[in-house]
């Protein structure tokens, strides 16, 4: 299996991102790194220790990443989506184990150098521990063999402003300089990331499920499916991050995925954390912008639920 680093705002997708990984041969999970986003860097690692102590997994690495942004500080969680503990404020059974002595930047470097050219990346979050990573070492790309990231929206509508999705918005520095840098990347952005629901069956089953971890999914999932009403009009919830996971490991295979140049938007003005993406070539049939480094997943060929869940529920 390869080497994984998993980079996160735990936040109840990333908790699915998290037990998908876990459930998947196809990858060996070597570390989680924390950032601030959906809740706090600090409790984001708490809640990924609990879910790996629920998993069986505590011989897994999680460091505390950055609390604040490239530029400015960080302003809160969002409480109303992914609760004010992260976790769909469940009270998971804590895992009595405290995150790495070193932060989120050391272990993505360590683990770099310890997995050289093999080490695949998966981000979930902000982008603030990528981008102090590349600073601190530039070489990073090279030892890395790719980089997966959910953010962004190519030609769907933002999700925290018109045109900006939270991830990228959280830290439209750190987004720039990482999607700048010279590694191979995916970016999974709204366009796929909301058009792949979990139903309340689907919730059920994990409420039902015979392994330690997924009925607490189901839980914590709850109040996310709450969210998503005002959005599709029933419970249910978008999959962003667990679709990024899937699309890295190959569970689920991009169908339209062009490599075309992405700017983000870091001024100051209403287009900030836009994800810009160079698609004029699909008129022409021609999509791929010869020496673009970023593949912009497009669409998909299949759904990801029925994936997800036969992984999780195993
Ligand atoms: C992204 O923002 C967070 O709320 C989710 O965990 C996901 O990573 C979706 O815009
Ligand atoms: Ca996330």
């Known amino acids: 299996?390869?080497?994984?680093?998993?980079?996160?705002?735990?936040?109840?997708?990333?908790?699915?991102?998290?037990?998908?990984?876990?459930?998947?041969?196809?990858?060996?999970?070597?570390?989680?790194?924390?950032?601030?986003?959906?809740?706090g860097a600090r409790q984001g690692a708490v809640n990924t220790l609990d879910l790996l102590a629920l998993a069986g997994r505590g011989d897994v690495p999680v460091a505390v990443g950055a609390h604040d942004p490239l530029a400015g500080e960080y302003g809160g969680g969002v409480p109303h989506v992914h609760g004010a503990n992260g976790v769909g404020d469940v009270v998971l059974p804590p895992s009595g184990r405290a995150p790495a002595e070193e932060s989120a930047v050391e272990l993505l470097l360590r683990l770099s150098h310890e997995h050289a050219g093999r080490l695949r990346v998966v981000a979930v979050g902000p982008l603030t521990n990528l981008a102090l990573a590349l600073r601190a070492d530039p070489t990073l790309p090279e030892r890395v063999r790719d980089l997966t990231v959910m953010g962004g929206a190519a030609l769907h509508p933002g999700n925290v402003s018109p045109v900006a999705e939270a991830n990228i918005a959280c830290d439209p520095e750190a987004a720039a300089e990482v999607l700048a840098a010279d590694w191979d990347v995916t970016l999974v952005p709204l366009d796929v990331t909301m058009a792949d629901l979990l139903e309340e069956t689907d919730r059920k089953a994990l409420?039902?499920?015979?392994?330690?971890?997924?009925?607490?999914?189901?839980?914590?999932l709850d109040l996310y499916f709450d969210f998503?009403?005002?959005?599709?009009?029933?419970?249910?919830?978008?999959?962003?991050?667990?679709?990024?996971?899937?699309?890295?490991?190959?569970?689920?295979?991009?169908?339209?995925?062009p490599r075309v140049p992405v700017v983000v938007d870091d001024t100051r003005g209403p287009g900030r954390g836009q994800t810009?993406?160079?698609?004029?070539?699909?008129?022409?049939?021609?999509p791929d912008v010869p020496g673009a480094r970023t593949r912009v997943v497009l669409a998909t060929g299949s759904p990801l639920a029925p994936h997800l869940l036969e992984r999780l529920l195993r």
């Open 1 to 39: 299996p390869a080497p994984l680093y998993l980079d996160c705002d735990t936040g109840v997708d990333d908790s699915l991102a998290l037990a998908y990984l876990l459930a998947s041969p196809e990858i060996d999970l070597v570390g989680v790194g924390s950032v601030s986003g959906n809740v």
């Open 207 to 220: 409420l039902e499920a015979g392994t330690a971890l997924a009925p607490w999914l189901g839980d914590v």
């Open 276 to 286: 810009l993406c160079d698609l004029r070539g699909l008129y022409a049939g021609h």
């Open 228 to 257: 998503h009403v005002a959005t599709f009009g029933r419970r249910c919830s978008a999959l962003h991050d667990p679709l990024a996971a899937a699309i890295a490991v190959g569970g689920v295979r991009p169908t339209v995925a």
